[in-house]
Nanobody
Framework: VQLQASGGGLVQAGDSLRLSCAAS????????MGWFRQAPGKEREFVAT????????YYADSVKGRFTISRDNAENTMYLQMNVLEPEDTALYYC????????????????????WGQGTLVTVSS
């Protein structure tokens, strides 16, 4: 299994970015796919996740209304569209996957994810 995150960069507050996560060896139909982030000196935190069926999405309160998670099944790629970026969004962003057979209540917990990408850095200047 490989997850390759990309699309990070340096932007100004209010700008947009789209992160991509190219997946190989993992089936979107059998896995929940998520984005997490880790700011310097802080713990890794949940950002957004997409249930395997694609019918349900979950977002952290801090990004709700600004970020959108999506996927392209044909390309086996997941995306995170980030709009109205804030300096507080500065972090290393990771994509992750976990078996959808796991209980739903753990879907926002990083500890329940089995596979991780290497991270892509997003820096938002004020």
């Amino acid at each position: 299994v490989q997850l390759q995150a990309s699309g990070g960069g340096l932007v100004q507050a209010g700008d947009s970015l789209r992160l991509s996560c190219a997946a190989s060896g993992v089936s979107f139909s059998r896995n929940d796919m998520g984005w997490f982030r880790q700011a310097p000196g802080k713990e890794r935190e949940f950002v957004a996740t997409l249930r395997r069926s694609g019918a349900a999405t979950y977002y952290a309160d801090s990004v709700k209304g600004r970020f959108t998670i999506s996927r392209d099944n044909a390309e086996n790629t997941m995306y995170l569209q980030m709009n109205v970026l804030e300096p507080e969004d500065t972090a290393l962003y990771y994509c992750a996957a976990r078996s959808s057979r796991k209980i739903l209540t753990g879907i926002t917990s990083a500890s329940t994810y089995d596979y991780w990408g290497q991270g892509t850095l997003v820096t938002v200047s004020s």
